[in-house]
């Protein structure tokens, strides 16, 4: 199986890579169509505009936008994404520092989001033709409504504001420090044995990750149910029936198997959304990741943050990508084998 | 002993509101050890029979009355974990699908092992060891191997055999087999039938066949049961049935269906339709009486009841005796071909497609590979050949929806190959094609107005008024009622939609009509009246035809010529009933030796595939 | 009476739908006559009012103010205009664009499918809230600005849908039989492929109001949308959270106002897919 899956995943592999350079170029190219000059912003307001200008040449703005290009694409590719003009930084110290915690906190919000679509896509499916279908279906539309900023609020609102049962500003209590290490803040957490710090990031990830799974678990649940009703409709199913087996078996063996196949790369796609769901979660719950990194740089027109922040976050989305296909090839035969 | 007896059997169904009975009055007993095939044409009820069987009937339908005793079990009053336990142990089914009967994702193996760890076959081990017999039993070489692939990475028969084997695999006391054979290739289908009957004289197990095909039936069935409207109308020894059918509806579907041996007789065409289960509770008296050719006022005045014709031969009809009178038609006079310059002069035809397989890489796949022919004026080709052959490329190829790789395509003197504008133009004006599927081939969003005069709205020609008296006198020509011009595709039957594909042909007044397949997938009845249709308008128009079909029984009613055709090429052509009756190439001889002969007394040998005998041969040498 | 409509027309949810999307244009069409006071007139003595019905409540301003007095039910009457504006024009313009290159890929395949379709990968790499943003960067904020970048974005949530219902429809024999007849590509796809994708296509609009509502509701958030003195839920919506422990009410109602947008879009958008018998395997969200 290995064999025939290798170079599947390698081929896909090329691709993101593919993708990801046009990715860039078409990045450099919104950001270079920006009314703002780097160079002038770069400076202290005293400077002069001689001093501006010998900025530009010096940052390369005077050259034609395809050489700056190439000469900013080589810089990345040996790891310099440049100096952030507001926070007066190496850009990828920065990113460095922020993309851990999001994806600490997006891989929490993806396991919370498939396990509350995989168990709704049931229970759903499982009402089918009943006096409840109606009032399920509508709930799931009613959730389907409620994208993950609302969540966020709603939440900070009962379960902050109104109970004040959890914490919903950054990543730890006030009084602890960050350990050392990864930046995955659970696992440097039980690392270094702190299980204090353990429970205190936990805590601090729970709305968070819960507004997020909860807001892209509808659509997995949905997809579940219809692609279980058409797997019900198969021959083979039928066929089971026939050969004497369980429905319960029926169900695990047969149906799911199956019917996680088109959920499956429905969650690929929604996987990529979740990540940049990320984005505003963070903001609202004054989460130091990629997010706030990000909203601070638009706001303060930081082009190397938004470039190397933009990149950071396609890639991770290709690498999801790429998981959830690598996965999708594991499970369907018929992509696997000609 | 009796294995299955169904004692007033009824099957009714809620229909929007009502109650519509789905089967009545059904009476059978099944020996042990025999086969009872249930004939019927579709909606006769025959498949709801078998899911009677096994209680999983569609939602909204439900047995209503009578009984239905396996083993001295009655199956319609028995607990559902009882039946459930007799399933797939005591029953076994063969389904008419063998590609989507086994589950895509798990291998052959699996599903095998599944299977005996529920008949709790001993260890893990002792399943391997069983399974490799079970596949060596149904003539599958390579077990080990095809133990870890997937149902997609086999080809239907393949699937079929496992099926088949799985079924067995319990030596089951009754075999339901419903269709099993219809999905698949002619020459596959014989062995098919046979592996069937093969297995079944080995276990002596009794077997439910289902099929609407009463020449195989007489062929492999001990007794028959045919089938009208979900009540028998007859039931009987199976020879004696096909040899002396008492029920008028046997005898016309007999004579609806071309015969492959002898001289070439006209076919019986049933008018109408079967009434669907709406329409049942209208009828007064014998269902079958707006239909019969042989009807009489006593026919609709109360419903007729079985009555015996001869020993253990029953047949629910008054008047028995009237129905050896049916006899075909005489066959229609269409002329001979034209002599002269060929309308159309094939050379060379090859066709290759490419499929990209990565970045810079792709793989040729040649589907036709130097086919060449001429067609005159009024004169009907036939192309038979196995799927996969290459024959609807040929067709595709000859309308211009795909552009040959090489060779040359000349039509009525001009050379078409090249695909140009001026050359498709000519290529529309005198070649027109009748598609396969009805349901995919009639536009749902149009009336069948407007789907029949398509041509006309192309070069923006009549108005609306205009272009619906063309498709009237069109559909009259092809025998549709005028008021069908304002109705959609989805209020008309399977025959009718191929009616107005028909029309929509011949709305440009071709000189050549391509074909492909237009007859599979419809019952005998409906059958016979298409082709009967054919017949006329090319007594009519004068036209010639490429007729593309797996029955070889179709293509010697309709054509004058036949090509067959084996993987891309053409193997062998000639006049139909040379070519029938001295089969030069080795497959044109498997191809005709699988068709089960006229007379259900005569032996029926079907070869081996070529796929067949490879692996007997890989198996030999394995040995 | 009710036979006499299409199906439709007579389901609930299309009903439902359609009562909370003409709510809110209404909203949106008569603001000024509407709202009960000017949506930016500060009155700096009656800030961070709360709902008249929690004491303290004033009944001049129903849902009572914000932080810098505004009357926050006007606020919500005129935030429905950028919304709707939004909503309306962005799904049109995405489903424009994004349907165009679905019908060319999905009828001609072959080599312009293969662009388009690596095309829409490229975007599909890009979280759509952080692509709109940046796009915000380089355009710079304004009505227009958010309705073109939702474009740019969205258009491929069309695309990918649509082509592989094209070319489903495409390889139907009745396509190749319109063809043999004589109809030119053009024909082609505008008699027989598009009508037979319009309900697919009509669905997936509606869906795409409501991802608009979101995404303009996101980009005023963090400040990128439309200027700030434009009422816009988003914007409330930040603008309350920094009074959350003084005044949660006032943040709940802009949340709701997006909440009922969304909603009235989603029902919209399920009842016609269920009444026009489409399938939506990918109702994607942002």
Redesign the interface.
């Known amino acids: 199986m290995l064999a025939t899956i290798v170079p599947l995943i390698g081929?896909r592999l090329?691709?993101?890579i593919f993708?990801?350079l046009?990715?860039s170029m078409?990045?450099f190219l919104?950001?270079h169509?920006?009314?703002v000059d780097p160079a002038a912003m770069s400076m202290p307001p005293t400077a002069t505009l001689a001093e501006i200008e010998a900025k530009r040449v010096e940052m390369g703005l005077d050259k034609p936008l395809p050489q700056q290009y190439l000469i900013w694409l080589s810089q990345v590719v040996h790891g310099d994404f440049g100096t952030s003009i507001h926070f007066r930084r190496g850009v990828l110290g920065l990113v460095r520092d922020t993309l851990p915690a999001t994806i600490e906190l997006a891989v929490l919000a993806m396991i919370i989001a498939s396990v509350l679509g995989i168990i709704g896509g049931l229970v759903l499916f499982h009402v089918r033709?009943t006096h409840k279908e109606p009032v399920m279906d509508f709930g799931s539309?009613?959730l389907?409504?409620?994208?993950?900023?609302?969540w966020s609020?709603?939440f900070?609102?009962i379960f902050g504001?109104?109970l004040q049962a959890l914490p919903f500003t950054g990543r730890l209590d006030p009084d602890m420090r960050m350990p050392t290490g990864t930046g995955f803040l659970l696992f440097d957490a039980l690392a270094s044995g702190r299980l204090d710090i353990f429970w205190s990031a936990l805590e601090h990830m729970i709305l968070p990750c819960f507004a997020l799974g909860i807001?892209?678990s509808p659509?997995i649940m949905?997809?579940l149910r219809?692609s279980l009703i058409d797997v019900y409709q198969?021959?083979?199913i039928?066929?089971?029936?026939?050969?004497?087996?369980?429905e319960r078996r029926i169900l695990v063996?047969?149906a799911l198997?199956?019917a996680i196949?088109?959920t499956l790369s429905?969650m690929g796609?929604?996987f990529?959304?979740l990540?940049?769901?990320t984005?505003?979660v963070e903001?609202?719950f004054s989460y130091p990741g990629l997010g706030n990194l990000?909203?601070d740089a638009?706001?303060n027109?930081d082009l190397p943050i938004?470039q190397a922040?933009?990149l950071a976050?396609?890639l991770v989305?290709?690498i999801i990508?790429t998981v959830v296909d690598s996965l999708y090839l594991v499970?369907?035969?018929?992509l696997r084998?000609r | 002993m009796d294995m299955l007896i169904a004692k007033d059997l009824a099957v009714s169904a809620a229909l929007g509101g009502r109650t519509v009975p789905v089967i009545q009055e059904l009476n059978f007993s099944l020996p042990q050890g025999k086969i009872l095939g249930l004939v019927g044409e579709s909606g006769a009820g025959k498949s709801m029979i078998g899911r009677t069987i096994a209680q999983l009937l569609p939602s909204g339908f439900s047995v209503s009355g009578g009984e239905l005793m396996f083993d001295g079990q009655d199956l319609v009053r028995m607990p559902v974990e009882t039946r459930r336990e007799l399933l797939g142990r005591d029953i076994a089914f063969v389904p008419q699908e063998p590609l989507s009967g086994l589950n895509p994702v798990l291998t052959i193996g699996q599903q095998i092992d599944e299977h005996l760890a529920r008949l709790n076959v001993g260890s893990r081990r002792e399943r391997r060891e069983r399974a490799l017999a079970m596949l060596n039993a149904v003539h599958l070489p390579h077990g080990a191997e095809l133990l870890g692939k997937y149902p997609h990475q086999l080809s239907g028969g393949m699937c079929q055999r496992v099926l088949i084997a799985m079924a067995f695999a319990s030596k089951p006391k009754l075999l339901v087999a419903d269709e099993p054979t219809t999905a698949l290739d002619v020459t596959i289908q014989a062995r098919i039938v046979q592996l069937i009957a093969e297995m079944q004289q080995n276990e002596g197990t009794s077997v439910i066949f289902i099929t609407h095909d009463l020449r195989l039936a007489a062929q492999i069935c001990d007794q028959i049961m045919v089938l009208y409207a979900g009540r028998p109308v007859e039931y009987g020894p199976a020879r004696d049935i096909f040899a002396r059918p008492s029920h008028p509806y046997t005898r016309c579907l007999q004579l609806a269906n071309p015969s492959m041996s002898g001289a070439r007789r006209g076919l019986y065409a049933l008018p109408e339709r079967m009434p669907g289960l709406s329409a049942l509770s209208g009828i007064n008296g014998c269902l079958f009486a707006p239909r019969c050719p042989n009807v009489a006022e006593a026919c609709t005045q109360r419903k007729p009841s079985l009555v015996e014709t001869s020993a253990d031969h029953v047949a629910a009809c008054i008047r028995t005796e009237t129905t050896a009178q049916i006899a075909a038609p005489a066959l229609a006079e269409v002329g001979a071909p034209d002599a002269g310059t060929p309308l159309l002069k094939v050379e060379g035809l090859t066709k290759t497609f490419r499929s990209d397989t990565g970045f810079f890489r792709h793989s040729l796949f040649t589907a036709v590979q130097g086919v060449s022919f001429t067609l005159h004026q009024n004169e009907f080709i036939g192309i038979v050949g196995e799927s996969g052959s290459g024959k609807s490329t040929v067709a595709r190829m000859l309308c211009g929806l795909e552009r040959p790789s090489t060779g040359s395509l000349v039509i009525d003197g001009v050379d078409v190959t090249d695909g140009s504008k001026a050359a498709q133009a000519h290529q529309r004006a005198h070649v027109q094609m009748v598609f396969q599927d009805p349901q995919s081939a009639l536009n749902p969003r149009r009336k069948v107005a407007s789907i029949v005069t398509q041509a006309m709205e192309a070069v923006g020609e009549g108005t609306w008024a205009e272009r619906v008296a063309r498709a009237e006198t069109l559909l009259s020509e092809i025998g549709l009622p005028p008021d069908a011009a304002t109705r959609f595709p989805t209020q008309l039957s399977g025959g009718q939609k191929q009616r107005v594909n028909i029309a929509r042909a011949l709305c440009v007044a071709p000189n050549i009509l391509v074909a492909d397949e237009i007859v599979s997938g419809l019952d005998v009845s409906v059958q016979a009246q298409l082709l009967n249709l054919l017949l006329r308008l090319r007594r009519e128009r004068h036209f010639s035809m490429l007729l593309i079909s797996h029955d070889l029984s179709v293509v010697r009613y309709l054509c004058d010529r036949v090509l067959v055709m084996y993987r891309g090429e053409v193997v062998e052509s000639g006049p139909t009933a040379e070519v029938f009756a001295a089969p030069q190439h080795p497959y044109t001889r498997t191809l005709l030796a699988a068709v089960p002969p006229d007379d259900p007394s005569a032996v029926w040998t079907p070869q081996p595939t070529e796929g067949e005998k490879a692996a007997r041969t890989a198996m030999e040498a394995n040995a | 009476m009710m036979q006499f409509l299409p199906p439709w027309m007579r389901s609930g949810r299309v009903i439902t739908g359609l009562v909370i999307v003409a709510i809110i244009a209404i909203c949106a069409l008569f603001a000024p006559q509407i709202a009960p006071q000017d949506p930016n007139e500060q009155d700096l003595v009656a800030t961070l009012l709360p709902p008249v019905w929690v004491s303290g409540g004033d009944a001049a301003h129903i849902l009572g103010t914000d932080s810098l007095g505004r009357d926050i039910l006007s606020r919500l009457i005129y935030g429905a205009r950028v919304a709707m504006l939004v909503a309306f024009f962005a799904s049109l313009g995405a489903m424009l664009l994004g349907s165009v290159l679905a019908y060319i890929a999905g009828y001609f395949g072959g080599r312009i499918d293969s662009i388009i379709s690596r095309a829409v990968d490229v975007w599909m790499s890009f979280p759509p809230v952080v692509l709109s943003l940046i796009l915000m960067v380089g355009l710079g904020v304004g009505l227009r600005n958010v309705i073109l970048a939702i474009i740019v974005v969205d258009w491929t949530r069309f695309c990918r849908v649509l082509r592989s219902e094209v070319m489903v429809v495409a390889r139907r024999d009745y396509v190749a039989a319109a063809r043999l007849v004589g109809f030119s590509h053009w024909r082609t796809i505008t008699r027989e492929i598009v009508p037979a994708t319009l309900p697919l296509l009509i669905t997936l609009v509606s869906l795409e109001m409501g991802i608009a509502v979101i995404v303009e509701a996101i980009l005023s958030f963090v400040g990128m949308s439309v200027s700030a003195q434009t009422p816009a839920w988003g914007q409330m919506i930040a603008d309350t959270r920094q009074f959350i422990y003084d005044n949660p009410w006032n943040l709940l109602f802009p949340i709701l106002a997006v909440f009922f947008a969304v909603f009235g879009f989603n029902m919209l958008g399920d009842g016609l897919r269920r009444t026009l018998d489409v399938r939506v395997t990918a109702t994607q969200r942002v």
């Open positions: 081929r090329a691709i993101s993708i990801l046009i990715v078409l990045l919104v950001l169509v920006l009314p033709g539309i009613l389907l409504s409620i994208p993950e900023f609302l609020l709603f900070i609102l504001v109104a807001a892209f659509t949905r997809v219809s198969e021959d083979y039928h066929l089971a029936r026939l050969r004497g087996l369980s063996r047969h198997k199956n196949l088109p429905l796609v929604q990529g959304f990540f940049g769901g984005l505003l903001v609202i990000m909203v638009v706001r027109a938004i922040v933009g976050y396609c989305v290709l990508n499970l369907n035969p018929k084998l």
